[in-house]
């Protein structure tokens, strides 16, 4: 899948409630192209309340828009507290334009010492770009909601895992 080309006027900002429609259908398409076995429809309410609750914690949500709208090309959350980032997704027609990479520096701007995340082991485009983006494999990760094996991935400013 390509992404057609650059980001046209990306823009990073905050999300708003009236952003769930666009954001909760972005994360379904995504994670559908990712493992189409999966109903991930049926989810859309455990990531609202996941991330309602990280962002309650701290966590914020940032949504990466084109255009002078707020056409949503992907969306990242992040506990600058914790370190962790608990989602990064693109829009699938985006997938290879750039935009995980601008979701990646804006979690960086949050959490510029460090970041953390568990990816599916066999999810090999999630864990390709990751490396490519400096992170390294730190440890083995507990199963994914659907059951499959994960590893915790971490990024640091001098590349060194901060175990």
């Known amino acids: 899948m390509s992404g057609g080309g650059p980001i046209i006027a990306p823009r990073i900002v905050a999300r708003r409630d009236s952003d769930w429609p666009a954001l909760l259908d972005l994360w379904v398409a995504a994670w559908r192209t990712t493992y189409a076995d999966i109903d991930f429809e049926a989810r859309r309410d455990w990531l609202r309340d996941r991330l309602v609750q990280l962002e309650r914690s701290g966590a914020q949500t940032l949504l990466?828009?084109?255009?002078?709208?707020r056409a949503l090309i992907g969306f990242v959350t992040v506990d600058p507290?914790?370190?962790?980032?608990?989602?990064l997704c693109v829009r699938p027609d985006r997938f290879g334009s750039g935009a995980a990479e601008a979701l990646i520096e804006a979690a960086r701007s949050l959490s510029p010492a460090r970041l953390r995340l568990d990816v599916n082991q066999d999810n090999r485009r999630a864990v390709a770009f990751?490396?490519?983006?400096g992170f390294m494999r730190i440890a083995e990760g507990g199963p994914?909601?659907?059951?499959?094996?994960t590893s915790i991935m971490e990024w640091t400013t001098d590349g060194a895992p901060k175990s």
């Not at 994914?144 to 094996?149: A, D, F, I, M, Y």
């Open 130 to 133: 990751y490396e490519r983006e």
């Open 81 to 87: 507290r914790t370190h962790w980032l608990d989602q």
């Open 64 to 69: 990466l828009l084109e255009g002078a709208g």
């Open 144 to 149: 994914s909601l659907s059951g499959r094996p």
